[in-house]
């Protein structure tokens, strides 16, 4: 039962844009808040972006005024924003809820050229 599949993901030049589309099930959107997260190989997964039921977002110090996480309740996707990306924001990037992770996706490649 796939439950979260992410897409978006590419090859972009610094400072270039991306958006990211995670599609869940319902009954995840429906009661939860979502997050996007990010891992680079040798690090931990991070959370970058996550965002309430109601719409309300937060964002880590490292993409705030870059990223903007939304959500269509009504199409169960989450997304994510990405503008001015920098060669550090190169990572596979997953969505889940903070609340009770699932299993983790495949997530999406994002890789970022200087």
């Known amino acids: 039962q796939v439950q979260l599949v992410e897409s978006g993901g590419g090859l972009v030049q610094a400072g270039g844009s991306l958006r990211l589309s995670c599609a869940a099930s319902?009954?995840?959107?429906?009661?939860?808040?979502m997050g996007w997260y990010r891992q680079a190989p040798g690090k931990q997964r991070e959370l970058v972006a996550s965002?309430?039921?109601?719409?309300?977002?937060n964002y880590a110090d490292s993409v705030k005024g870059r990223f903007t996480i939304s959500r269509d309740n009504a199409k169960n996707t989450v997304y994510l924003q990405m503008n001015s990306l920098k060669p550090e924001d190169t990572a596979v990037y997953y969505c889940?809820?903070?609340?009770?992770?699932?299993?983790w996706g495949q997530g999406t490649q994002v890789t970022v050229s200087s």
């Open positions: 319902r009954i995840i959107f429906a009661n939860n808040a």
């Open positions: 965002i309430t039921i109601g719409g309300r977002a």
């Open positions: 889940n809820t903070p609340f009770g992770p699932l299993p």
